[in-house]
């Protein structure tokens, strides 16, 4: 009776992480802006694993540090912990190792940085999980539980798996942002020679003389250059 019990628990469990991650995905290719992408990825993650908090914190590579950028927890004590130092408290060191670190009660472990919030919050065990891409450590995910608990391997590969579908939302967003600048800047270029071109025909100027004009009249209008190239565009089409 038990041995039915334990398989039809774990055949739940199993159901669940599945879901989950499928979830996950879904969320991930529905074209959401980055910030609510990440927010429903850690209330998913939180609600598979019964996680007292869940959240994302994102490395800043200048000030080599993490900055939480997403949670579910209300606590706005949680949400505004300063940054931690890569290599410092248990989600630094999970990423500079590069590797899941556990914790079965943060209260009193010496390398959590804040036993207080961790009291004040009901927090005991922790499981931070770094976010990787191309082998590239971008963030870590961190599941904290109210009861002291032994995560298992097969529970640390489902969360780097979360984690890593994380990396690919953000991964995704700065390919798309990055699309979008090369495109307007093709567009610029496109226009500004355009401009140029105009300028050099009618106003028998040089290529470098043409170029200086726009942007003096950038300069001087507070404009874009884009715009001042427009409008030139615009009042010689129009002669």
């Known amino acids: 009776m038990n041995k039915k019990r334990n398989t039809n628990r774990k055949s739940k469990k199993l159901k669940k992480e599945i879901e989950g991650i499928s979830l996950i995905s879904s969320t991930i290719v529905s074209g959401q802006y980055l910030d609510d992408i990440l927010a429903q990825i850690v209330k998913i993650t939180a609600d598979m694993f019964n996680s007292k908090i869940c959240s994302i914190m994102l490395l800043d590579e200048k000030k080599d540090e993490l900055v939480i950028k997403a949670?579910?927890?209300?606590s706005e004590e949680y949400k505004n912990k300063p940054p931690v130092k890569v290599g410092s408290?248990?989600?630094?060191l999970a990423v500079k190792e590069k590797k899941p670190i556990y914790v079965l009660d943060v209260k009193t472990d010496p390398k959590y940085m804040y036993p207080k919030i961790a009291e004040k919050?009901?927090?005991c065990s922790m499981l931070a999980v770094p976010m990787i891409m191309k082998n590239k450590v971008i963030g870590v995910l961190n599941i904290y539980t109210s009861e002291p608990y032994e995560f298992k391997d097969e529970e640390i590969k489902v969360i780097q798996t979360i984690a890593n579908q994380a990396a690919l939302a953000i991964e995704n967003t700065r390919l798309f942002e990055e699309l979008i600048v090369t495109k307007e800047t093709l567009e610029t270029k496109k226009l500004v020679?355009?401009?140029k071109s105009l300028l050099m025909k009618n106003k028998s100027m040089s290529e470098e003389e043409a170029h200086r004009f726009l942007q003096k009249k950038s300069m001087d209008l507070r404009k874009?250059?884009?715009e001042v190239a427009s409008a030139v565009i615009l009042a010689f089409e129009e002669i």
Do not use: F
């Open 71 to 74: 949670t579910q927890s209300l």
């Open 89 to 92: 408290s248990i989600s630094g």
């Open 121 to 123: 919050e009901g927090l």
């Open 193 to 195: 020679d355009r401009a």
């Open 224 to 226: 874009p250059i884009k």
